[in-house]
């Protein structure tokens, strides 16, 4: 496979990073303190520049630094920012149809694409699709779905889960960080661990652990945690994202599949930040050859227009009446042409089977760098879905604070985002369509900066 930058890569986004000036420059720092005057403070805004243009595996400030981009604007840009053919389809319908009326009228790019999405479902078993407009509206979608499905309301969901920030997501969500202040959430919802084996809950080793977590599951927390019996269902990452880009041993779905299967439970698979080609895969559940019973997808699925929803089985989406479910943007003009343009496209450039060989390559260097560096706990992912967990020795596997790295490695002109339940996960999921060059020049300015701060601490 051909693994430099597409064609349609602008020029200036082919020598990256090349920044023209400290940043924040004048042009950002100008726009971030009207920002800090009028928009609400929630976002974390670990960046302080503003975004002016895109493309490729490049983005570019308002002062003119160009940056490489190791985040894909959190695993939503999987084909490349600016994609030509995603950029089109949005000029193109914009011209004939922005709001599609997906409540009381039919449209057929909304037909067409959940076409799609049924022809690459996991098995090809997930035959029918809600859209909304978001990964965490997917997810409430789910779990009512879930609910009117099975009449009943309690869930599983795992420890250092991320399901998104609003409502009964949020209920899902295992961290104090995302709840703090907001409580009490949506009783029901019951935590099991996830097979975080670097961090082993039970302080065991896999796989002599015979997968303890998954018998405190099923034996512990379904039978005496608390459950009443009835539960709807159960939610899971196929690999972890903001828990800490985890990758739970193989057994690990399939044995959820057999437990769901044996306890009349629906399993959910979240795949808003794992799915449409980002682990090797077109989704992370085909890797274990497991099929849900609801998939939800996000993130990517719209090319950077928003857009989420679930594909499910039909007699389990069959169930909603006509009113179940709503919303007045669902299956909306715009982001039905770019999601479809954008999902097209990973499917004819094959972005999973990239996704896989860069993957690899860059996991085979962070692994040397990890035997090389006191302060790289663990290394692990698939795909361009990978996880460096800092810390300040091997031995203690004390987590390391990363703000100041990170912001040493964002000077330099990468963009790298960080996840775990510590915040000390350094995430390397880049667009895609990065090119192998850009891959190397990537993990070249991050080991630079692992050795400084290794120094410092020394
Ligand atoms: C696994 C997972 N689920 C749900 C969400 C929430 O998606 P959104 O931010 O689009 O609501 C995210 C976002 O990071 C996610 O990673």
Not at 174 to 180: A, E, G, P, Q
Not at 198 to 213: D, H, I, N
Request: one cysteine or more; proline letters at 6%; a negative charge.
């Amino acid at each position: 496979m051909d693994l430099s930058l597409p064609e349609w890569v602008a020029d200036w986004a082919r020598d990256v990073p090349r920044l023209v000036i400290p940043p924040p420059g004048p042009a950002s720092k100008a726009i971030i303190e009207k920002d800090r005057e009028f928009v609400s403070h929630a976002y974390d805004r670990l960046f302080q520049f503003t975004m002016k243009r895109s493309s490729g595996a490049a983005i570019m400030d308002a002062d003119g630094n160009a940056y490489l981009d190791f985040s894909a604007g959190i695993s939503v840009m999987n084909a490349g920012w600016s994609n030509p053919r995603v950029v089109e389809a949005i000029r193109e319908q914009a011209g004939d149809l922005v709001h599609s009326l997906a409540n009381d009228a039919y449209f057929d790019k909304e037909a067409e694409f959940a076409e799609l999405l049924a022809k690459i479902s996991p098995g090809g078993a997930l035959t029918n699709t809600f859209f909304g407009n978001s990964g965490a509206e997917g997810v409430e979608a789910a779990i009512k779905l879930s609910r009117y499905y099975s009449k009943s309301g309690e869930h599983i969901a795992f420890m250092g889960a991320y399901h998104g920030r609003i409502g009964n997501a949020l209920a899902l969500a295992s961290r104090v960080k995302y709840k703090f202040g907001h409580g009490p959430y949506t009783p029901g919802v019951h935590f099991a661990p996830y097979p975080y084996c670097y961090r082993c809950w039970f302080k065991q080793e896999y796989p002599s652990c015979g997968m303890a977590c998954m018998d405190y599951l099923e034996n512990g927390i379904l039978e005496y945690g608390g459950p009443s019996g009835a539960v709807a269902s159960i939610f899971v990452e196929p690999l972890q994202g903001e828990g800490g880009y985890i990758v739970p041993p193989p057994e690990f779905m399939p044995r959820l599949r057999r437990l769901c299967d044996q306890k009349k439970i629906l399993l959910v698979a979240d795949e808003i930040q794992s799915g449409l080609g980002r682990t090797g895969e077109l989704w992370e559940c085909d890797s274990t050859s497991t099929i849900p019973d609801i998939l939800i997808t996000g993130k990517a699925l719209g090319g950077g227009i928003p857009l989420g929803g679930i594909i499910a089985r039909k007699e389990i989406m069959g169930v909603w009446r006509p009113g179940s479910h709503s919303s007045t943007f669902g299956g909306n003009g715009i982001s039905m042409a770019a999601g479809l343009a954008h999902v097209r496209e990973i499917i004819e450039q094959d972005l999973p089977t990239r996704a896989k060989i860069l993957g690899a390559h860059a996991l085979k260097r962070l692994n040397e760098m990890k035997d090389k560096y006191e302060i790289i706990g663990d290394v692990r992912g698939k795909g361009l879905m990978i996880g460096v967990e800092m810390v300040k020795s091997k031995s203690t596997k004390e987590p390391m604070l990363v703000p100041r790295m990170q912001g040493q490695v964002w000077r330099k002109g990468l963009m790298m985002i960080t996840a775990g339940m510590y915040g000390n996960v350094f995430r390397i999921a880049p667009p895609i369509i990065i090119s192998d060059e850009q891959l190397d020049l990537g993990l070249d300015i991050f080991e630079s900066t692992v050795q400084e701060t290794q120094k410092e601490l020394v």
